[in-house]
């Protein structure tokens, strides 16, 4: 089906003796179209160029702008995985602050209720102390009271009149010795 330029030649110059490829009209009209083509192609040709450069501008604009984005959004995610960071270490300070503060706080507190235990047994020793001060206050109140009634009860079934009247001189003169 290939057709050599030899046969193509060949064809044309029969053609040729039978009044050529193309009669000279349609010769004119074709070369006349040709012409009108190329004048047509030229301005098109443009137009069609000058529209894919337009396009190839806007996808490179688009290209840069995606890019761009690209770029601030890495930026954006490395800023905040940069806070996320810094936020889980801050937290784990806070926490170490917490437990440490917790301790301190948990040792104060043993060290206050152990000095409240001791203050409470030294209050209770001094009560004590207190009270079996005056338990032994009591029972020598106690003891005099008695050691009185039986002396009056003794003095009062042995002692005449003039023996307790001697007795009562001899303590009023005394008296004043045994309150200084």
Same mark, same amino acid.
């Given at each position: 089906? %290939?057709?050599?330029?030899?046969?193509?030649?060949?064809?044309?110059?029969?053609?040729?003796?039978?009044?050529? %490829? %193309? /009669?000279? +009209?349609?010769?004119?009209?074709?070369?006349?179209?040709? =012409?009108?083509?190329?004048?047509?192609?030229?301005?098109? %040709?443009?137009?069609? #160029?000058?529209?894919?450069?337009?396009? !190839?501008?806007?996808? !490179?604009?688009?290209? $840069?702008? +995606?890019? !761009?984005?690209?770029? $601030?959004?890495?930026?954006?995610?490395?800023?905040?995985?940069?806070?996320?960071?810094?936020?889980?270490?801050?937290?784990?300070?806070?926490?170490?602050?917490?437990? &440490? $503060? &917790?301790?301190?706080?948990?040792?104060?507190? $043993? &060290?206050?209720?152990?000095?409240?235990?001791?203050?409470?047994?030294?209050? +209770?020793?001094?009560?004590?102390?207190?009270?079996?001060?005056?338990?032994?206050?009591?029972?020598?109140?106690?003891? =005099?009271?008695?050691? =009185?009634?039986?002396?009056?009860?003794?003095? /009062?079934?042995?002692? /005449?009149?003039?023996? +307790? /009247?001697?007795?009562?001189?001899?303590?009023? #003169?005394?008296?004043?010795?045994?309150?200084?």
């Amino acid at each position: 089906m %290939f057709v050599t330029i030899a046969q193509a030649a060949e064809a044309a110059g029969a053609h040729a003796e039978h009044g050529g %490829f %193309f /009669s000279e +009209a349609e010769t004119w009209v074709a070369i006349t179209w040709l =012409i009108v083509v190329a004048l047509l192609a030229r301005p098109v %040709f443009r137009g069609i #160029t000058a529209a894919l450069a337009l396009r !190839r501008e806007k996808i !490179r604009a688009r290209i $840069e702008e +995606a890019e !761009r984005l690209r770029a $601030e959004a890495q930026e954006m995610l490395a800023t905040y995985q940069k806070k996320q960071r810094d936020a889980l270490k801050e937290a784990e300070a806070i926490i170490a602050n917490a437990k &440490a $503060e &917790a301790q301190r706080l948990s040792q104060q507190a $043993e &060290a206050d209720l152990d000095d409240l235990l001791k203050r409470r047994e030294q209050q +209770a020793v001094e009560r004590i102390a207190q009270a079996e001060s005056e338990a032994l206050r009591e029972v020598r109140n106690q003891a =005099i009271d008695i050691a =009185i009634g039986a002396s009056r009860r003794l003095i /009062s079934d042995t002692l /005449s009149a003039e023996q +307790a /009247s001697a007795l009562v001189d001899a303590a009023i #003169t005394d008296l004043p010795n045994r309150l200084h």
